[in-house]
């Protein structure tokens, strides 16, 4: 069972430049999230999703995009890299329903760096 | 507007101590209160929660406490030990499923138990 598993872990992009970070959950869970954490700020939702072909923007979405084809995987789309998207990304998943909820299950990261 | 509050950046404690770990927060709506903990290099994971309904919830070392009419909850970790050092995020959502269940997150406090 490998969870929430993000790709790449590490990235170096030109500013311009387009890119997707990959998330990938095998535990069925209907529920999916992007956050970025910024040193001091916390970890801010930029997108999130409640099933397969459902995705509505979080706090911070300006320069991503996002889609949801299947119940497994949850792609995060840079259009065009800017340096105020240097960062680490996190993507997170949750089953949603039930009488205990365990909030979110979280990948590893990727750390972004926009040069 | 940061909803969500940890206002002490920093905290240091003994091993075998209390430590205490303060959360505010300024939503009403908010309905389901986590902490994870978040190790460098790694993804937060998820620690213990309370709903509303509760005031209390215990794990444990670990103990959450909520106040809902000052809208204040705290982490109580007894007795605290080495490996408990990492950055802990208080999070809120206004409940678990759709679109309610997007978490909110603090900035986090820096815990560091000394030997």
């Known amino acids: 069972n490998a969870g929430v598993t993000q790709t790449p872990k590490f990235q170096v992009l030109k500013t311009g430049q387009s890119m997707t970070l990959q998330c990938a959950q095998d535990m069925n869970h209907e529920y999916m999230s992007w956050y970025r954490q910024d040193p001091g700020m916390g970890l801010r939702l930029i997108h999130y999703?409640?099933?397969?072909?459902?995705?509505d923007q979080g706090e911070v979405p300006n320069g991503y995009n996002v889609s949801r084809s299947t119940t497994e995987d949850f792609p995060l789309r840079l259009l065009s890299a800017a340096p105020s998207q240097t960062s680490v990304y996190f993507c997170?998943?949750?089953?949603?329903?039930?009488?205990?909820?365990?909030?979110?299950?979280f990948g590893s990261g990727t750390r972004l760096t926009v040069v | 507007d940061q909803q969500v509050k940890q206002n002490s950046p920093s905290l240091s404690v003994q091993e075998g101590r209390i430590s205490i770990l303060n959360c505010d927060y300024t939503?009403?709506?908010?309905?389901?209160f986590l902490w994870y903990k978040k190790y460098p290099a790694e993804g937060p994971t998820f620690l213990i929660s309370?709903?509303?309904?509760?005031d209390k919830n215990e794990d444990g070392r670990f103990t959450v406490f909520l106040n809902k009419s000052a809208k204040h909850l705290s982490l109580h970790i007894v007795p605290s030990q080495p490996g408990d050092s990492a950055v802990y995020f208080c999070a809120a959502s206004a409940g678990y499923t759709g679109a309610n269940s997007k978490l909110t997150f603090g900035k986090g406090i820096t815990l560091s138990v000394r030997p």
């Open positions: 939503n009403s709506m908010f309905d389901y």
């Open positions: 997170a998943s949750t089953k949603g329903q039930g009488a205990r909820w365990y909030g979110y299950t």
């Open positions: 999703s409640v099933g397969a072909g459902i995705t």
């Open positions: 309370i709903s509303s309904i509760k």
